[in-house]
Each structure stands twice: as structure tokens, then as C-alpha cells.
């Protein structure tokens, strides 16, 4: 939208839509108060599983957009023996 | 049977204490018995909107304590011989509020009253948490604006989980009171109109209270705006509040402060 088209509209239109977006993701993380905990845990269980390596060296991002939310997972794993060939066994 | 209602918001700023005091006289003004309770301990205010500051001996936590007894606490407003304050105390101590505390306080005033008011201080912390403890319906204070909205969502998320009621697994009762609100503004899509704030609430309105200059020259002289100039715009508007309040049917408009016929074609478009 335009600078000139917000103006002529008024600014209240963008708060309320903010505040619809917002709104609806506080309230479900309300209901569901660790999520991001949750799945780190359960995360860490089952890649543990298959490979070894430092719980600490986990990290779980959570970006939510409007419509669509992502979630990134970033497992440092060291290079000692064949760490993938390890799911083999 | 007498109804504990708290004022409440998350944020602050937004007319807790000036709704409190406004929404007592005016439910004292109709001959209910009514006491007001400052939760803000150690910020309290609600004695100098009611211009009771000089009149302080014992308060809220010397109750609590059992320095005073709770009868002695309690100060009676020269206007209205049915309207009660319950000072908070200025001590910085703040877990000096306990729960047990509150509860007796709060049981004891259920026998004697048919309105227990609580002034709830700003946050989510102790002194909020308890001021809505015992309540059995809540006064959500809002301002049509991006962040009292906000905290009035977490506010009624508190209520709904959090309460002795919530927990027995009752249902409080929740009505929003949106203040400085400005008709015209909204009609231009420069504010959050009352239908947004109603909307992305999703609670039922109790009233709408326009800005006014009413407000603070009410304050600076330490008296409701209800009692201070009962004819003003925001004072109509708290005394239609406080009809519903008592489940009365009032049509909801925006109180104009002129009979200007700008300022009727405004407050229509936004009831």
C-alpha cells in the first residue's frame, strides 16, 4: 500500500490487522505455554537415537508469519567415526 | 448478594482508578453500599481521585496485618454516605499482600456491601494478581490503541485461568470499558474503532467513555467524575456503565460534550 494510500485510509485498519495476527499466536502459545521446549526435547530423543552429539549444540527456532510459520533446527554433530553409517546399525 | 468486581487492564495509564472512582459513585450515587480497595501497594492513587488523601490513617496491609481493624480503615466520602475507601498502604514491601489476607478482608466486606470494587495496580504481578483473586466480574479497561488492547487480551487470558472462580471452574463475568475514546478519529480510521476493539476481544461491551478535559479537572480536585459534573459527557457515560453494571438494558451511545450537530452524527456512527 502506498504512503499516500495509508494516509487517506487512516492507520487503524494496519493496528487492528496487527493485532489480529498477534493476538491469535499469543493465544495459542497461552494454551500451549512451552511448545518450542517441547519439541526440542522430543527432538533431541530421536535424533539421539541414530547419533551422538551435545544437547547444548541443539538450536530451535521458531519464526511465525501471517500465514505460514517456520521451524529451524540446527544440530551441531561432531566428525568423529562415520556418524551417518551409525543409523545402519 | 454482594458482587466483588475488579478494574483491571495490564496497562498502565489507561483510567483504572478514574473508572473505579467514577463506577463507585456512581453505583453509590443510586444508594448501593459501596467500598473501593487500592491493590496499588506502595503506588497508591485512588485516595487522591477521590480526595481522600488527608483522611489515610490505616490501610489495606495494616488490615492484613491486624494493626487495625478493617472497620477503622476504612474512610467514608464526605459527598456520598454510601461510598467506602480501602486505602493501599505506601510501604514498599509488596508481598506484605497475601492471599489469606485478601480473602478475609474480601469476606468480611461481602456482609457489609453490595459492591466490592477493586482497583487493580498495572501488571500482571502480585497486586494484580489479587486484586482479581475473589472477583466475580471483571471491569476490562481499554484504550483503542495497538498495546492496551494487547495487555487487555493477556489481562482476560489471567482472568479466565487464574481466578478463585476460574479455578472452581465458574465462568467470571467480563465486560470492556474502552476510555479516551474519540468518535471522530475512529469514524476516520485514524483509531481503532469500538467494533475492532470489540471484535479482536471478543468480550462484551460495558460502556464507552469519551475523551474529556472532564476527566482530569475531575482529578485535580479530587473527586469522580460522576460526582464532580455529573452532566459531562464521560460522567453520562460511567453512569450508563454502571446501569449495566447492574443488568440494566441502556442503548449504548458515545455521550457527546456539545449538542453540536457534528458531534451527534459522530457519536451515532460509532455506537
Given amino acids: 500500500m502506498s504512503l499516500f494510500g495509508l494516509f487517506r485510509r487512516g492507520s487503524a485498519p494496519v493496528a487492528r490487522e496487527r493485532l489480529q495476527v498477534l493476538l491469535s499466536h499469543e493465544r495459542s502459545a497461552r494454551d500451549r505455554p512451552d511448545l518450542l521446549s517441547i519439541l526440542r526435547e522430543e527432538i533431541i530423543a530421536v535424533i539421539g537415537r541414530h547419533v551422538s552429539f551435545e544437547p547444548d549444540k541443539v538450536q530451535i527456532k521458531m519464526d511465525r508469519g501471517k500465514s505460514v510459520s517456520t521451524l529451524a533446527v540446527d544440530i551441531e554433530i561432531p566428525n568423529r567415526d562415520r556418524v551417518f553409517g551409525a543409523v545402519s546399525h | ?271
Fill in chain 2, 1 to 271: 448478594m454482594a458482587q466483588v468486581l475488579v478494574v483491571t487492564s495490564g496497562k498502565g495509564g489507561v483510567g483504572k482508578t478514574t473508572s473505579t472512582a467514577a463506577l463507585g459513585a456512581a453505583l453509590a450515587h443510586d444508594g448501593a453500599k459501596v467500598v473501593v480497595i487500592d491493590f496499588d501497594v506502595g503506588l497508591r492513587n485512588l485516595d487522591l481521585v477521590l480526595g481522600a488523601e488527608r483522611r489515610v490513617v490505616f490501610d489495606l496491609i495494616n488490615v492484613i496485618n491486624g494493626v487495625a481493624k478493617l472497620p477503622q480503615a476504612l474512610i467514608r466520602d464526605k459527598r456520598l454516605e454510601t461510598l467506602y475507601l480501602l486505602p493501599a498502604s505506601q510501604t514498599r514491601d509488596k508481598d506484605a499482600l497475601t492471599e489469606d489476607g485478601v480473602a478475609r478482608i474480601i469476606d468480611e466486606l461481602r456482609e457489609k456491601f453490595d459492591w466490592i470494587i477493586c482497583d487493580s495496580p498495572a501488571g500482571i504481578e502480585r497486586g494484580a494478581a489479587l486484586a482479581m483473586r475473589y472477583a466475580d466480574s471483571a471491569v476490562i479497561v481499554t484504550n483503542p490503541e495497538v498495546s492496551s488492547v494487547r495487555d487487555s487480551d493477556r489481562i482476560i487470558g489471567l482472568l479466565d485461568s487464574k481466578t478463585a472462580k476460574a479455578e472452581r471452574g465458574e465462568r467470571i463475568d467480563k465486560h470492556v470499558l474502552i476510555t479516551r475514546y474519540h468518535s471522530s478519529r475512529a469514524a476516520r480510521g485514524e483509531m481503532l474503532s469500538v467494533d475492532d476493539v470489540l471484535e479482536i476481544l471478543s468480550t462484551p461491551l460495558l460502556g464507552i467513555i469519551p475523551e474529556s478535559q472532564e476527566v482530569l479537572r475531575a482529578s485535580n480536585v479530587g473527586s469522580p467524575v460522576t460526582l464532580n459534573n455529573p452532566l459531562s459527557a464521560p460522567a453520562r457515560a460511567y453512569f450508563d456503565a454502571a446501569r449495566r453494571l447492574k443488568g440494566e438494558h441502556v442503548a449504548m451511545v458515545v455521550p457527546s460534550e456539545s449538542r453540536g450537530i457534528l458531534n451527534k452524527l459522530f457519536s451515532r456512527k460509532a455506537a
